[in-house]
C-alpha cells in the first residue's frame, strides 16, 4: 500500500525557532511532494510543494528539503510564529492523480 | 475556501439514518473528491470523480456512496450512519490541467449518536 509516513505527530516551537517536520515514502512513482496548511475549523490549503528533479525550494519562510536517495522530505519553518500554529499535512501523489496524505503534525508556537 | 462549499457544516444523526453530504464548486474543475479527517489518521480519500461520469473508491470506500450530479456537485451519502463514521467530512476539487493542487471545502462535521 502507498504510504507517506510523517512526525512528529505533534511539535512545539518557541516563537522565532525552528520548526521541521519529517516526512517518508516508499512509491519512487510518486513525482509531487505538496505541503498543506489547516487551521482549526478550516479546510486544508497548499502552502508549498516539491517536484523530485530539485533538492529545495523555499517560499519566504517556509522551505522543502527533498532527498530523493532517501525517499524523505521535510518542511522547515524559520523564524516561526504564533500565526504558524496548525495542523500540517505531508503528501505525494503519482501520475493517477490521487494524493497520499501524511497522518499530519500538530504545531504549537509558544508566544 | 468560498469557491468550494459544503453543506451542512455540522450535522448531529442517529444511527441508522442515512445521511448526505453536498459539495458545490465554483472554480471550474473536472475534478472532485471526498474524505474524511479523524484525529491522528490524516485525510483519507472515500471516493473520487475525475468528470460527470466517472466514479473511483477511494480508501475508505465501504459504508459510502457518492453522486456526481454535475460538473460543480458532488454528494456523499451514509446509507445507513454508524458510529464510528463521526468525524470530519471535506471536498476537494482539482483541475486536470493542475491536479496535484487540491481546494478543500471548510468541512462538514457529522456526529453518529
Known amino acids: 500500500q502507498q504510504q507517506v509516513k510523517q512526525s512528529p505527530q505533534s511539535l512545539i516551537v518557541q516563537k522565532g525557532g525552528i520548526s521541521i517536520i519529517n516526512c517518508a515514502y516508499e512509491n519512487t512513482a510518486f513525482d509531487y511532494f505538496p505541503w498543506y496548511q489547516q487551521f482549526p475549523g478550516k479546510g486544508p490549503a497548499l502552502l508549498i510543494a516539491?517536484?523530485?528533479?530539485?533538492s529545495e525550494k523555499k517560499e519566504g519562510r517556509f522551505t522543502i528539503s527533498f532527498n530523493k536517495s532517501a525517499k524523505q522530505f521535510s518542511l522547515h519553518i524559520m523564524d516561526s510564529q504564533p500565526g504558524d500554529s496548525a495542523t500540517y499535512f505531508c503528501?505525494?501523489?503519482?501520475?493517477?492523480?490521487?494524493?497520499?496524505f501524511g497522518k499530519g503534525t500538530r504545531l504549537h508556537i509558544l508566544p | 475556501d468560498a469557491d468550494v462549499t459544503q453543506t451542512p457544516r455540522n450535522r448531529i444523526t442517529k444511527t441508522g439514518k442515512r445521511i448526505m453530504l453536498e459539495c458545490s464548486q465554483t472554480?471550474?474543475?473536472?475534478?472532485m473528491y471526498w474524505y474524511r479527517q479523524d484525529p491522528g489518521l490524516g485525510l483519507r480519500l472515500i471516493y473520487y470523480?475525475?468528470?460527470?461520469?466517472?466514479?473511483n473508491k477511494g480508501e475508505i470506500s465501504d459504508g459510502y456512496s457518492v453522486s456526481r450530479q454535475a460538473q460543480a456537485k458532488f454528494s456523499l451519502s451514509l446509507e445507513s450512519a454508524i458510529p464510528n463514521q463521526t468525524a470530519l467530512y471535506f471536498c476537494?476539487?482539482?483541475?486536470?490541467?493542475?491536479?496535484?493542487?487540491?481546494?478543500f471545502g471548510p468541512g462538514t462535521r457529522l456526529t453518529v449518536l
Open positions: 476537494a476539487t482539482s483541475d486536470r490541467r493542475s491536479y496535484n493542487e487540491q481546494f
Open positions: 516539491i517536484r523530485p528533479d530539485v
Open positions: 470523480s475525475f468528470d460527470v461520469k466517472d466514479i
Open positions: 503528501a505525494a501523489s503519482d501520475r493517477d492523480d490521487k494524493i497520499i
Open positions: 472554480k471550474g474543475h473536472d475534478r
